[in-house]
């Protein structure tokens, strides 16, 4: 069977699914393949799976605090991990649902099957039915990425296992080695340290999270070292060993080689775009190493031919992919639009959550600008202590000829939900004068981020002055 439409979209991830929406609000005909379920690794292997296990794990950790509260639980509380896999499958199962009615509503055309070029504007889908053709006037490339694995001996042994394969173990392990100290590592050491696993870390640059702010990384790294989480920083594996039914990880570290025992090795150094069996090279369709490379409105280099998500190897974040999606439909149905990546929120969904917008210190610092920096710790707001969350701090950078807001960094509950007050004062260019001149509601975890901008301006007026008795 041939199917003529207005835009063809390879995958229905957060990207695919979103760039189908948009176009059909632009009036287009839609046809979207997918040989799995809609909502990409996002929705089904996750952003929403790891954070229903990092709740799960976050509420037996309050409970296991609750006389600090007043509360006295009789008893022992003990975390029920198939309960745990089952509300998370629950989750993910309403989510999907729903995806797929906002895609029959708007008139999309879901064909399930696997999608490959066969001319720069045909599709031929290998799907359960049979082979279906797609002919299209323009085409949305969103397949995706998927965990890399790391080229060393024993990484293909049983119980090393990458990010996909950690959200549905069988049960919590005793002990788990993590081998990547990046937001994905940090994750999954919240949920199994939290759970009772003894988590290792192992990273082979110098902190966690080394694409965020330091302050946020070593304020991370003091948090999770209390809660029992070991970390090995500018250290490497160099090998796994199967050795008597356990794993044992063959570790370089500055201070000499180590062994670390383990029942399962994570692996979590990152992802790799999907751009095998395309049919890529046969259009023409330019790939590098990272990715298929697209310009601000998510073209290729084959006019007609647009790359959204993690397949294009930038930036690798859903929000990314959905407002890629967008920019290449309008872009794709004579409209004009560009993808703006000057105020993209960053997140890790730990405990105490990690969000960073904008530059970092040492990057505004590179580019040559003269700093105020604005810092406030969770101790001093009135919210986080009421809430035994008082771990954590905001930090505002900020240029010291207007005051421009240049980034953002909150080691704090919720700092992916306080994050977006620094993505708009940046995307409006706001400056610390705006910041402070917005009144804050009181007691609210958002009034740091006021106080931080008053501490850039040297006038917080909830820390004590310097050199005052």
Same mark, same amino acid.
């Given at each position: 069977?041939?199917? &003529?439409?207005?835009?063809?979209?390879?995958?229905?991830?957060?990207?695919?699914?979103?760039?189908?929406?948009?176009?059909t609000?632009?009036?287009?005909?839609?046809?979207l393949?997918?040989?799995?379920?809609?909502?990409?690794?996002?929705?089904?292997?996750?952003?929403?799976?790891?954070?229903?296990?990092?709740?799960?794990? +976050?509420?037996y950790r309050?409970?296991?605090?609750?006389?600090?509260?007043?509360?006295?639980?009789?008893?022992?509380?003990?975390?029920?991990?198939?309960?745990?896999?089952?509300?998370?499958?629950?989750?993910?199962?309403?989510?999907?649902?729903g995806?797929?009615?906002?895609?029959?509503?708007?008139?999309? +055309?879901?064909? &399930?099957?696997?999608?490959r070029?066969?001319?720069?504007?045909?599709?031929?889908?290998?799907?359960?039915?049979?082979?279906?053709?797609?002919?299209? +006037?323009?085409?949305?490339?969103?397949?995706g990425s998927?965990?890399a694995?790391?080229?060393?001996?024993?990484m293909?042994?049983?119980?090393?296992?990458?990010s996909? &394969?950690?959200?549905s173990?069988?049960?919590?392990?005793?002990?788990?080695?993590?081998?990547?100290?990046?937001?994905?590592?940090?994750?999954?050491? !919240?949920?199994?340290?939290?759970?009772?696993?003894?988590?290792?870390?192992?990273?082979?640059?110098?902190?966690l999270?080394?694409?965020?702010?330091?302050?946020?990384?070593?304020?991370?790294a003091?948090?999770?070292?209390?809660?029992?989480?070991?970390?090995?920083? !500018? !250290?490497?594996?160099? @090998?796994?060993?199967?050795?008597?039914?356990?794993?044992?990880?063959?570790?370089?570290?500055? %201070?000499?080689?180590?062994?670390?025992?383990?029942?399962?090795?994570?692996?979590?150094?990152?992802?790799?775009?999907?751009?095998?069996?395309?049919?890529?090279?046969?259009?023409?369709?330019?790939?590098?190493?990272?990715?298929?490379?697209?310009?601000?409105?998510? @073209?290729?280099?084959?006019? =007609?031919?647009?790359?959204?998500?993690?397949?294009?190897?930038?930036?690798?974040?859903?929000?990314?992919?959905?407002?890629? =999606?967008?920019?290449?439909?309008?872009?794709?149905?004579?409209?004009?639009?560009?993808?703006?990546?000057?105020?993209?929120?960053?997140?890790?969904?730990?405990?105490?959550?990690?969000? !960073?917008?904008?530059?970092?210190?040492? @990057?505004?610092?590179?580019?040559?600008?003269?700093?105020?920096?604005?810092?406030?710790?969770?101790?001093a707001? =009135?919210?986080?202590?009421?809430?035994?969350?008082?771990?954590?701090?905001?930090?505002?950078?900020?240029?010291?000829?207007f005051?421009?807001?240049?980034?953002?960094?909150?080691?704090?509950?919720?700092?992916?939900?306080?994050?977006?007050?620094?993505?708009?004062?940046?995307?409006? %260019?706001?400056?610390?004068?705006?910041?402070?001149?917005?009144?804050?509601?009181?007691?609210?975890?958002?009034?740091?981020?006021? %106080?931080?901008?008053?501490?850039?301006?040297? %006038?917080?007026?909830?820390?004590?002055?310097?050199?005052?008795?």
């Amino acid at each position: 069977m041939t199917h &003529q439409t207005d835009i063809a979209i390879l995958g229905a991830g957060p990207g695919g699914y979103v760039a189908a929406l948009r176009a059909t609000q632009l009036d287009a005909r839609v046809t979207l393949v997918e040989e799995d379920a809609v909502g990409g690794v996002c929705l089904n292997r996750g952003c929403i799976p790891t954070k229903a296990l990092l709740r799960s794990a +976050q509420v037996y950790r309050l409970v296991q605090e609750a006389d600090t509260f007043g509360l006295h639980i009789e008893g022992s509380v003990t975390p029920d991990w198939n309960a745990i896999q089952s509300r998370k499958q629950t989750i993910v199962r309403r989510l999907v649902r729903g995806v797929d009615v906002l895609l029959r509503k708007a008139g999309v +055309q879901v064909i &399930q099957g696997r999608g490959r070029f066969v001319g720069p504007r045909s599709i031929e889908v290998s799907a359960p039915t049979g082979t279906e053709h797609i002919e299209a +006037q323009n085409v949305i490339i969103a397949t995706g990425s998927r965990p890399a694995r790391l080229p060393l001996p024993g990484m293909d042994l049983p119980g090393v296992i990458d990010s996909t &394969q950690c959200l549905s173990l069988e049960e919590v392990p005793s002990r788990l080695l993590i081998v990547g100290g990046g937001v994905v590592g940090v994750e999954f050491a !919240s949920i199994y340290g939290a759970l009772g696993s003894d988590v290792t870390i192992v990273e082979m640059l110098d902190r966690l999270l080394p694409q965020m702010d330091t302050d946020l990384a070593s304020g991370l790294a003091r948090t999770l070292h209390q809660r029992g989480i070991h970390s090995h920083l !500018s !250290s490497r594996v160099t @090998q796994v060993d199967l050795i008597e039914g356990a794993l044992k990880a063959a570790v370089i570290t500055p %201070e000499g080689a180590a062994s670390i025992d383990a029942d399962q090795i994570l692996v979590a150094v990152g992802r790799r775009p999907n751009v095998e069996d395309l049919g890529l090279e046969a259009i023409g369709v330019r790939v590098e190493k990272s990715g298929i490379p697209v310009d601000a409105q998510m @073209q290729t280099n084959v006019p =007609g031919v647009y790359a959204i998500g993690d397949v294009t190897g930038h930036l690798l974040l859903a929000h990314v992919a959905m407002e890629g =999606g967008k920019v290449a439909a309008e872009n794709a149905l004579g409209h004009t639009a560009r993808l703006n990546l000057s105020a993209v929120p960053a997140c890790a969904y730990t405990d105490p959550e990690v969000a !960073s917008v904008g530059l970092t210190e040492a @990057q505004a610092r590179d580019a040559g600008h003269t700093l105020q920096i604005g810092r406030f710790p969770l101790n001093a707001n =009135g919210k986080a202590l009421t809430y035994g969350e008082a771990h954590g701090f905001v930090k505002i950078v900020s240029d010291t000829r207007f005051g421009e807001v240049l980034g953002m960094h909150i080691l704090a509950p919720h700092a992916s939900d306080l994050i977006h007050e620094g993505a708009l004062a940046m995307t409006l %260019e706001a400056t610390l004068d705006e910041l402070i001149a917005t009144i804050h509601g009181h007691p609210a975890l958002g009034e740091a981020v006021h %106080e931080a901008a008053m501490a850039a301006r040297g %006038e917080a007026l909830h820390l004590p002055r310097r050199g005052a008795s």
